[in-house]
């Protein structure tokens, strides 16, 4: 018999043909308030669930008591809690690799764009603000020869601060967990502490996954390291920032603007402060969004979860030691 598989998440034509080959799918386009009552009828007989952007929460984990397998279409999956998964024997599955080199490229748009003031500036030409020749209100600040001190350097990390030596010939330093040796032979990266980095940074730069260690580690204190000067630019997860101080540091010069790609609240709730501010660029999390990266994540999600349900958890497994 086919397993049961939930999906919450729409996935190409194709992806849900090869799915449907090999299990019982059940398809919700997103959970919400209507269809979460379903959701949770339809976890009780689900062996794998696949999808993104949903809190699996402890009633959600409660309510699937046949699960084997989780399958998200993400990279990060600070959604779910892997310890309670890893203890009831779920495989955790995941998409590292293939939005690497999109994100990077999300993140280091941010960089310019915050920067050269470019969405801020092309607003005002919309307006019909642009009536003569510039001044120095309207400049921005350089990003090449500049400092990146990247948060986080491993696959997108490494990707960003590529982008950052050869591209635009900037100084590398990073703040992580292991030494990189790789970065700092191909890249002349400098790793440091947290606080060096800060007080260098033209760019602080956070791709740091969300863990308890990461939770709002951009606080307070560390923006009152940063230069005044300096940027900070969010490509990992909007928590790692506590979002009223990143407020108050940009209203206050503490720092000079930001480029957000991430957020505590998402989708970005209106009345969000940040959003009045002209020295802050937001992007709705498009950090892995093109047409080609988003394909290629959703096929490794469904391989991902028909390799799993079949007790192969040899490729992007993020608790394989559920098997020993
Ligand atoms: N904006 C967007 O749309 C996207 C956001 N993301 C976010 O980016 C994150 C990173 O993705 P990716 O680069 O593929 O992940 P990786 O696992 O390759 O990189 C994470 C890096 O962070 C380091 N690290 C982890 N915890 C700590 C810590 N407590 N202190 C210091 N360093 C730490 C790791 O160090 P070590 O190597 O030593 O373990 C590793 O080098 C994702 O988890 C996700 O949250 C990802 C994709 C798209
Ligand atoms: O935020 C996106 C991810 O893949 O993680």
Redesign the pocket.
């Given at each position: 018999m086919k397993p049961n598989v939930v999906l919450y998440r729409k996935i190409p034509d194709d992806l849900l043909a090869k799915l449907q080959e090999q299990c019982q799918v059940t398809y919700f386009d997103g959970i919400n308030a209507d269809n979460r009552a379903a959701f949770i009828k339809a976890l009780a007989e689900a062996e794998g669930v696949i999808g993104v952007g949903l809190q699996f929460s402890d009633e959600l984990m409660a309510a699937a008591p046949k699960l084997k397998a989780v399958s998200t279409i993400?990279?990060?999956?600070?959604d779910f809690n892997v310890a309670k998964l890893s203890a009831r024997g779920i495989a955790l599955m995941h998409t590292?690799?293939v939005?690497?080199e999109t994100?990077a490229d999300?993140?280091f748009t941010l960089v310019l764009c915050a920067a050269r003031r470019i969405t801020e500036l092309a607003e005002k030409v919309k307006q019909g603000e642009w009536q003569g020749s510039i001044g120095p209100d309207w400049y921005g600040s350089n990003v090449h020869g500049k400092t990146i001190g990247i948060?986080?350097?491993?696959?997108?990390?490494?990707?960003v601060a590529k982008r950052a030596h050869f591209g635009f010939g900037m100084n590398v330093i990073y703040?992580?967990?292991?030494a990189?040796p790789e970065a700092e032979q191909q890249l002349n990266a400098r790793r440091c502490s947290l606080d060096e980095l800060l007080a260098d940074a033209d760019f602080v730069c956070n791709?740091?996954?969300?863990?308890p260690?990461?939770r709002h580690?951009i606080n307070r204190d560390t923006l009152a390291k940063m230069k005044p000067s300096a940027f900070f630019i969010n490509?990992?997860?909007g928590a790692s920032v506590d979002e009223a101080a990143l407020v108050e540091a940009l209203k206050s010069g503490v720092i000079k603007g930001a480029g957000l790609?991430?957020f505590e609240t998402e989708p970005l709730p209106v009345n969000s402060e940040l959003l009045s501010l002209p020295n802050v660029v937001a992007l709705p999390?498009?950090?892995?969004?093109t047409h080609e990266t988003r394909y290629e994540m959703s096929k490794m999600a469904v391989e991902n979860l028909l390799a799993a349900l079949k007790g192969d958890l040899t490729k992007h497994c993020v608790n394989p030691d559920i098997l020993r």
């Open positions: 993400s990279v990060g999956y600070d590292p690799g939005l690497t994100t999300t993140i948060l986080g350097m491993g696959r997108i990390g490494y990707a703040y992580n967990r292991s990189k791709v740091l996954p969300l863990m260690e990461t580690i490509g990992g997860r790609d991430v999390h498009i950090g892995s969004a």
